[in-house]
């Protein structure tokens, strides 16, 4: 075991030495612009890139000519709400959650600044959202429902197949930002009824800067409108070089997690419930948030309102952790997510993700557990009257 150890894959993951593998040609031998259609070079580029959408559409039930190659899941979601936004017709009504990763809710706002009606639905208090009031609020003018498939944060997974069925008889489309969910848990987009699906390829140990969104095609076809033009690239919904080297990567990526996505699942579910358990035996007063029974295999959040929480971090210095999303970590402020599930202060103000990954082991997580329960224990000792 080597220190410090990193414990905070839902911020980012190493990438696979096999996605390494097959990204290396083409930084130096397959260089071709797979816009170039004279020569091998591009046909080679542009062969390998249609090769990675096939694998991206294979991992979650689409068609190749369904998934559009962008730079990261935050622009996936740009371009699918303002993109249907911008397609609205006669309808002018969005639906998400105050839990949604901030490029959802950020979109949602500007869209409320150009007129757009926004409404966030009712989170319950393990994170998972109200269907029925979500049922209430769909009308008939309502256009576009997002609802991230896991929380970044809790790692609470939304019940996708029940909304969907839902937006499907109320004609409304279904967006899913499934940055923290894809390669971790089995997402169909066939039988979840989903319209569009935003993928992060440095959250699935892909290299960081590229991504992906899924666009129905089959059935009735989403139409959505560009936010970048210049070029025509990605069927004209995204233009810009493409990334090659990193497309085939996050190609190779999904086909990994398409065959260990089951095996993964339980041996890293095992190691999270190792140390939630440990957690739990050893220290009183601490609390899980979110949902147990709807959570991803590789989160763990956990509050110790009785600690001071920088204090704590500071301390785990050989322990890669955070207090939630790397994109809010700036910021001295509680968790927006915790408090929307109607948290005490205290508990929304102490918060560590606990993230883990392909590369966890079961003796990095026995240090981890050793390490946090020493540390809570001393820092409590240091101030007594907290742990009273």
């Known amino acids: ?8 894959n839902h911020a980012t993951t190493p990438v696979d030495p096999r996605v390494v593998e097959a990204m290396l040609p083409f930084f130096t031998e397959n260089f071709g612009n797979p816009a170039s259609r004279n020569h091998k070079f591009g046909w080679t580029a542009a062969t390998s890139v249609e090769n990675a959408r096939k694998q991206v559409a294979r991992l979650i039930n689409a068609r190749a000519k369904e998934i559009v190659f962008t730079g990261c899941a935050t622009e996936s979601d740009n371009l699918a709400i303002k993109g249907v936004a911008r397609r609205r017709g006669t309808r002018d009504h969005i639906i998400t959650m105050a839990t949604e990763h901030k490029s959802v809710l950020d979109s949602a706002k500007r869209l409320e600044q150009e007129g757009w009606r926004v409404t966030y639905a009712r989170v319950q208090p393990d994170g998972l959202v109200d269907v029925e009031d979500l049922k209430q609020a769909i009308t008939d003018k309502t256009l576009l429902v997002s609802i991230m498939a896991a929380n970044n944060e809790i790692g609470v997974i939304q019940p996708l197949g029940e909304v969907g069925r839902l937006c499907r008889e109320r004609g409304a489309l279904l967006h899913t930002d499934a940055a923290q969910a894809t390669g971790k848990i089995p997402l169909d987009v066939e039988a979840m009824q989903i319209d569009l699906l935003s993928i992060a390829g440095h959250k699935m140990y892909a290299p960081k800067g590229v991504g992906a969104l899924y666009v129905r095609r089959r059935g009735a076809p ?45 041996r890293l579910a095992a190691l999270r419930d190792r140390l939630k358990d440990g957690l ?57 997510v915790l408090q929307a599930l109607g948290v005490p202060e205290e508990v929304a103000n102490t918060p560590i993700r606990f993230g883990l990954g392909r590369f966890t082991t079961e003796e990095e997580i026995d240090y981890c557990l050793g390490r946090v329960v020493e540390t809570v224990k001393r820092l409590r000792e240091m101030t007594p009257t907290a742990a009273a």
């Open 1 to 8: 075991m080597k220190l410090p150890i990193y414990l905070d």
């Open 222 to 266: 989403v139409d959505i409108a560009p936010i970048t033009d210049g070029g025509g690239h990605e069927g004209g919904l995204r233009s810009g070089t493409l990334n090659v080297p990193a497309i085939v990567g996050l190609g190779k990526a999904c086909e990994i997690c398409t065959q260990a996505i089951p095996e993964e699942s339980r």
């Open 280 to 336: 739990l035996g050893a220290l009183d007063g601490i609390r899980i948030n979110g949902s147990l029974e709807h959570r991803l295999p590789n989160n763990l959040n956990v509050s110790f309102p009785d600690v001071d929480l920088a204090t704590l971090l500071a301390a785990l210095n050989d322990v890669a952790l955070s207090s939630g999303s790397a994109c809010n970590s700036g910021t001295p402020e509680p968790s927006y």
